[in-house]
Structures are given as C-alpha cells and as structure tokens.
C-alpha cells in the first residue's frame, strides 16, 4: 500500500481557534426517528409535520430561513429571512424588493432555501423559482407587520451605506411619524415572495454520519418523485 502523501504545512491557528472548533460537539443531541419509507406523497405535508415536530421539541425560531439568490452574473449571496407560509403553491417569505435580494431575483428568479433545527438535526432544502405575490397579498403582508417594522421598510434604502447613526435615527422617527400620521400607508416594494419548489430534501442527522436523506423531486405531470439520497 503506498503511504498517504504528508499533508501541506498548517497555517498558524488563530489563538487556537481551529482546535476550538474541533472540539465543538454536533448532532449531540436526541436524534428523532424518521422512517422515509412512511413519509407521505406531498412535501408540504412532511414540511408541515417537521416543523411542528421541530416547535415541540423547543428549536428556537424554526421559521427562521437560509436564502440563497444569485445575481445577472451567477455569484451568490445568501441571508437569513422569516419563513411567512408554506401552501401547494410553495414557501413564502417577504422583503423589500427594492434591496439586493429584490434586484437579484429580479435578475435571476432560481433561489434556495435552507433550514438547520439543532435541536432536532434537521435540515430542509428547498430550491425553486421565486415569483412576487399578488400586489394586494403584499400589501396585506406588509400592514400585519408592527408599525415600527412599517416604518423602517418604509424608510427604505435597506443595505446601503449611512452616513451615520443619527442619520439613521433621523430618518427612522420621519418614518415612524408618516406611519402614524397614516396606519393605512403602504409600502410598494414591499414584497410577499413565493418561491415554487423543483425539489425539497428532508435530511435527518445520523451519529455516525449515516444521515437519511429523502428528496421529493417536483414531477413534470404534477405530483412528486422521491428519491433516498447518498448521505
Ligand atoms: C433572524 C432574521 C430574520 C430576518 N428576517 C427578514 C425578513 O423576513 N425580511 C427581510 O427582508 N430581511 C430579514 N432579515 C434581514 C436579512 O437577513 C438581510 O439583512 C436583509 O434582508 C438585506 O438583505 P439583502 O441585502 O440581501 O437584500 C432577517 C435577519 C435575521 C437574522
């Protein structure tokens, strides 16, 4: 047998940062039953069921979700959204989308969501085409939201440069006084998104590595094809 070729020198370790995160544990958990054999046709249905398993079990904000958007030229960019809905017609989260992610999918509508529930040691990806919502849902979306989160959207300007903080709490109060002046005021990017599933994986960790994965791939006739994926 021919000896494994020496690694490459290490870089020097950053205050021992790389042995720190060596020693961190994961998957150490209660890792719950999933028998992919009993999962039911529809991935909504499975979604719908992991989530509510996932709330139980107390995984902090489970709606709390991975988007990964491209631009024109294919780079990638990825940030973490509120989860609004999950129905037939798919997964739904909302933004301005007068911002990057906005102009992105605009751009490019291909995206993918990823959810991580350590509690649980589940992961659920999502990748799609992404479509705006009916203007009126948007605007339904954007009133349930608290005024003060009214007002910031309202602001607008969401991920460019600000002179400074008082700049910003100016701009803040100006917002926040419009709302008040009128509850009623909304926001016309304000944007309710539905990204519409081509496949959806549902993957439990395994201990030692054996994790299930189980992935529904969106049919051309309608309906899922399921496939168990090398883990
Ligand atoms: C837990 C969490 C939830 C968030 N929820 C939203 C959301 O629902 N909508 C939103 O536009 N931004 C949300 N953000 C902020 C985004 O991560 C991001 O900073 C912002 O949307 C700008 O993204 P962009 O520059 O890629 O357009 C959230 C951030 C975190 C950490």
């Known amino acids: 047998m021919t000896p494994a070729p020496a690694p490459p020198p290490e870089r020097p370790a950053h205050s021992g940062l790389r042995a720190r995160l060596r020693a961190l544990p994961v998957f150490a958990t209660a890792i719950p039953r999933f028998d992919p054999d009993a999962a039911p ?83 659920v990806r999502v990748r799609g085409t992404v479509a705006p919502e009916d203007p009126r849902r948007c605007a339904a979306d954007f009133l349930a939201r608290s005024p003060a989160a009214r007002a910031e959207a309202l602001a607008g300007g969401q991920s460019t440069p600000v002179a400074s903080r008082a700049e910003l709490a100016e701009a803040t109060a100006a917002a926040r006084a419009r709302v008040a002046a ?23 960790a395994d201990r030692d590595r054996a994790h299930i994965r189980l992935r529904y791939t969106a049919a051309t006739g309608g309906g899922w094809t399921r496939s168990l994926l090398r883990p």
Do not use: C, I
């Open 41 to 123: 046709d529809d991935p909504v249905e499975l979604f719908a069921s992991w989530l509510d398993h996932a709330v139980a079990a107390g995984v902090a904000e489970p709606h709390v979700v991975n988007l990964a958007t491209v631009d024109a030229e294919g780079r990638p960019s990825s940030r973490f959204l509120l989860l609004k809905d999950v129905d037939a017609d798919g997964w739904r989260f909302a933004s301005t989308s007068a911002g990057p992610k906005g102009a992105e999918l605009a751009a490019n509508p291909h995206a993918a969501l990823a959810f991580y529930w350590s509690r649980v040691a589940r992961q």
């Open 182 to 204: 009128d509850p009623g005021l909304v926001d016309p990017h304000w944007t309710l998104y539905t990204l519409r599933p081509e496949y959806v994986e549902f993957w439990q």
